[in-house]
């Protein structure tokens, strides 16, 4: 059987770091060795989530193209979307005599056993992504009742090693951005607008929070103070 490779990674830092996509590459060559299958070639998606429908990936359509015989991938969420993708693909595959290979299932699709597999793993892995999202949900709106501050710190200030009551590290206001916020909020005061201000801002070479580049969108965000006959 001739089976063409997927593997995918979702972030940029993984494909850097190589190791993930190093690990699916050696498992699909390992299982193809075993099974005395031809591995004619691995294709791959790199940095690509895995809400994106297979079709919609670069290597997501080569592989549907090109595939012949076989396809081989680690696991399902390498692959498919969600249950949809999974089993409308699947579909096709089996009315073209391809089969699909999970290695970390141990199934292919070739048997009516492994297709009815497929269809209950599939279905209970996007019931497992949705709990998940819910949980994550949950969780962070709980951060957000107990007065925490989800992602990095604001401009203006820094978290501390420091711990408080509620398990939370302290922030400390840094001098120079609360100066910088100041003077947006005095400016904006004067009536210039939010553009007049980020060109200003940029000009003077102060720097924003990450060192990027200054929009009318984030000074409109430290200046709580909005003169009404000013425009933006």
Request: charge should be neutral.
């Amino acid at each position: 059987m001739e089976i063409l490779g997927y593997i995918r990674v979702s972030s940029q830092e993984q494909a850097e770091s190589g190791l993930s996509l190093q690990a699916q590459k050696a498992a699909i060559e390992k299982f193809c060795e075993y099974k005395g299958f031809h591995l004619s070639k691995i294709v791959e998606d790199v940095g690509v989530s895995a809400t994106i429908p297979l079709k919609d990936r670069e290597g997501g359509g080569q592989l549907l193209t090109e595939a012949s015989e076989g396809v081989a991938a680690l696991r399902l969420d390498r692959l498919f979307r969600d249950a949809h993708d999974c089993l409308g693909i699947t579909k096709r595959w089996n009315e073209q005599g391809i089969a699909l290979h999970l290695l970390d299932l141990g199934m292919d699709t070739s048997t009516a056993m492994g297709r009815a597999f497929l269809s209950n793993a599939a279905t209970y892995a996007e019931l497992e992504r949705n709990l998940i999202s819910e949980r994550t949900k949950d969780a962070l709106a709980q951060v957000k009742i107990n007065g925490g501050v989800l992602g990095t710190a604001p401009m203006g200030w820094e978290r501390t090693e420091e711990i408080d009551a509620g398990g939370r590290r302290v922030v400390k206001p840094i001098e120079e951005e609360m100066k910088t916020i100041a003077l947006c909020r005095d400016l904006r005061s004067k009536g210039w607008t939010y553009r007049q201000i980020a060109m200003h801002l940029t000009n003077t070479q102060i720097p924003t929070k990450r060192g990027g580049k200054w929009y009318s969108s984030t000074v409109r965000n430290y200046c709580v103070y909005d003169s009404s006959s000013a425009s933006s």
